[in-house]
């Protein structure tokens, strides 16, 4: 069935470092590759997203790069902040429907 | 606008008692999806409907669940009888034609 891989599940780094969390689906119909970001106690907030036809997208400090033909994409974090430490959800979808798969979740710890 | 609406935010209730909760979607959306998310088995999506019309119910664990969504302004997740292990916290999230989810502050549910 339709599954998302999540890696890792915790990652700690110092601030000004770079993050990379990784993410593998399993439906090759998938076209829609968001992340959501959740901080302590809070609801998953979209962060950035990324079509198929994209293979990489920025917004100031986080990217997202997408490899179809190995069914794999990727969040990264430069500069990192300790208001970046949250859980970081990747997700897939198919074109057709609403329904996202998302992965397990990565727990960011950016110490100071 | 106010965004995605959901009550109770707390619910602390015993074993064997009905619990219902509640969510309004944002004015426009044609979505609505019920999340149930847990340390142990992360983020997972329960129910979502399209046009009011349930669409994928798989996720819902048992026959105790059930969900209705009587007009596009509301939807209720119904667990009767709840037990223990209903212990979590439900997101409510609504889209519009299946692009970004906005989710809702979530209910914290807590079966005793």
């Known amino acids: 069935g339709e599954n998302v891989e999540q890696h890792p599940s915790t990652l700690s780094v110092q601030e000004g470092d770079s993050a990379v969390i990784k993410c593998t689906y399993s439906?090759?119909?998938?076209?829609?590759f968001p992340w959501y970001k959740q901080e302590l106690g809070k609801r998953p907030q979209l962060i950035i997203d990324i079509r198929s036809n994209v293979g990489e997208k920025k917004d100031q400090r986080i990217a997202v790069t997408l490899n179809k033909t190995a069914k794999h994409f990727s969040l990264h974090i430069t500069e990192t902040q300790p208001e970046d430490s949250a859980v970081y959800f990747c997700?897939?979808?198919?074109?057709?429907?609403?329904?996202?798969?998302f992965g397990q979740g990565t727990e960011l710890s950016v110490k100071p | 606008d106010a965004g995605v609406i959901q009550s109770p935010r707390h619910e602390v209730t015993e074993m064997g008692q009905e619990v219902t909760l509640r969510c309004k979607p944002i004015?426009?959306?044609?979505?609505l999806f019920w999340y149930r998310q847990t340390m142990m088995r992360g983020l997972e999506l329960l129910i979502y409907f399209n046009n009011n019309v349930p669409i994928d119910d798989s996720g819902m664990p048992e026959d105790r669940f059930s969900a209705k969504m009587p007009n596009a302004s509301f939807s209720t997740l119904k667990i009767q009888p709840s037990e223990p292990r209903d212990s979590a916290v439900y997101f409510c999230a609504s889209s519009y034609r299946g692009h970004e989810q906005f989710f809702g502050p979530g209910t914290r549910l807590t079966v005793l």
């Open positions: 439906d090759s119909a998938s076209n829609y």
């Open positions: 997700a897939a979808k198919r074109n057709q429907g609403g329904k996202l798969i």
């Open positions: 004015s426009g959306h044609d979505y």
